[in-house]
């Protein structure tokens, strides 16, 4: 089985955030308090199957999936958008392409050590998030 992503991990660094909104076309007021909050994301996996949550003050965003299998994801509380999205095994990383009327969509989750990696893209802006396992 590639990695196991189980358990809680706090963010500790969060690089290109609002640019990464703005290529979302997310409201000036919106990008301004979520450039303040501190993420925390839980992850639920059995096998392929996986539960997440991104917690914040602000909002929270759950999204389930099997890896393989593509859905439409609504991204409300995002940028509120429906999106084709298929989550595929890329050795350890999981990658999501999200089709849309937004080019270049989607994100990769790595593990290294004890830090979980998030790189979102949307258009030509890469933001790159760091969280720590917290249990």
């Excluded at 990464?20 to 096998?47: C, E, P, W």
């Excluded at 994100?107 to 893209?121: A, N, S």
Aim: hydrophobic content about 30%; glycine content about 6%; overall charge negative.
């Amino acid at each position: 089985m590639p990695a196991d992503y189980n358990g809680t991990w706090e963010m500790e660094s969060n690089e290109n955030f609002e640019g990464y909104m703005k290529a979302l076309d997310i409201d000036f007021a919106t990008r301004k308090i979520a450039l303040h909050l501190t993420q925390t994301k839980v992850f639920s996996q059995n096998g392929d199957k996986f539960e997440t949550k991104t917690l914040s003050t602000f909002r929270n965003y759950e999204l389930n999936f099997t890896v393989g299998v593509e859905f439409e994801e609504h991204t409300k509380g995002l940028d509120n958008r429906k999106v084709q999205t298929l989550v595929t095994w890329d050795g350890d990383k999981l990658i999501c392409v999200q089709k849309g009327e937004k080019k270049n969509r989607g994100w990769k989750h790595w593990i290294e050590g004890d830090k979980l990696h998030l790189e979102m893209t949307c258009e030509d802006q890469v933001c790159h998030q760091v969280f720590k396992k917290k249990n």
